[in-house]
């Protein structure tokens, strides 16, 4: 994706017919702005399933200084965290337009400055009245706080991005990839203040999906088999941290530093940290499972995924196998990913060169790589692909920053 144009496909329903959605470049926060912040996190006091789903309580009675204006006030929940500060930086990058900008994190954070085209911002504490004057509330805290903070927000008439896996699966919440879904927001609006909440996927699913759903479209996946290579940025900012230290600690023969995870990370790989279930996986694979199928508005795909931790800083690797109902050629597989926004080809078999984690960080598109015949099949409804994807952009802040894009335009 680039600053001057996204232009994202949907369909209606993921079979349906193609439609175009554009999201235009907007001009920076004005130099008179106004710009706040607040962080914060509470003790979760549990979430009621059912509330404040789509819509939130229209904020009918609210006075006339907390109406949405031509350009919304956005709020970032969570702003000191790896996903926050990113979110701070893609709004810069992509000329967002904003008329105010309020930081939000926890108690221990309250007073800290952050940077923002050139402004000092500082950072308050996240409080249950600090929506008022939002418009669009970019989440990224964990999944506790979204689900306290986040029906105060929609309340309070501001439409909730959410990045934690708190109203993934909740039914009426929109869960959305812009390139793939964005008809599945159609009707929620940030200037009429009736709040909502959209989720964003989980970002081993998002790097999966921008790579196989072109695929899926033309020639539709039977069955995914699916591992990740999953960074330390998923994990956030401590466990980026603990692998620099624990690398530096190794290397000097010391005994390494384990506040993160229970093992060593550095020059070390292990099963994803997530709660392990009762049939073998854990979360984060069954995550895969459930969210594609979501967002693809389809249950007849078989899905299978084995998620472990890696040695990297920020960008996740995938290795996915996919037998379609149709036959799919490899040409005809980079043809069709060639085309699709968000999306780079990097497969080049004379120089051995394919995506790496390396490369893939600090950019929005997902690499996509080692396309393949499945060569265990006789026919040619097989192939095999090696994605990698910024687990911090595209994975998290970017997608979401994309979703509150098309709000723009609705």
Known sequence: MNRKEIVTRVAGGIHGSMATVKVKPHRRIGAGARTLVVTGSKKHAGYQAGRHLLRGVAAQAASSSNQAGSEPRVAIVGATGAVGQEFLELLDERDFPLKELKLLASARSAGKTMKFQGQDLVVEELKEDSFGDVDIALFSAGGGISEKFGPLASDAGAVVVDNSSAFRMTEGVPLVIPEINAEAMRGV?????????????????????????????????RRMVVSTYQAASGAGQAAMDELVLQTKEALEGKEVTKDIFPFQYAFNLFSHNSPMQDNGYNEEELKMVKETKKIWSYDDVSITATCIRVPVIRAHAESINLEFDRPLSEERARELLSGSPGVTISDDRAANSFPTPLDASYKDDVLVGRIRRDISREDQNGLDLFVCGDQIRKGAALNAVQIAELLLEQ
């Open 189 to 221: 609006s940030w200037r009429e203040r009736t709040g909502g909440i959209i989720a964003n996927p989980n970002c081993s699913t998002i790097i999966a999906l921008m790579a196989v759903t072109p695929l899926h479209r033309e020639a539709g996946v």
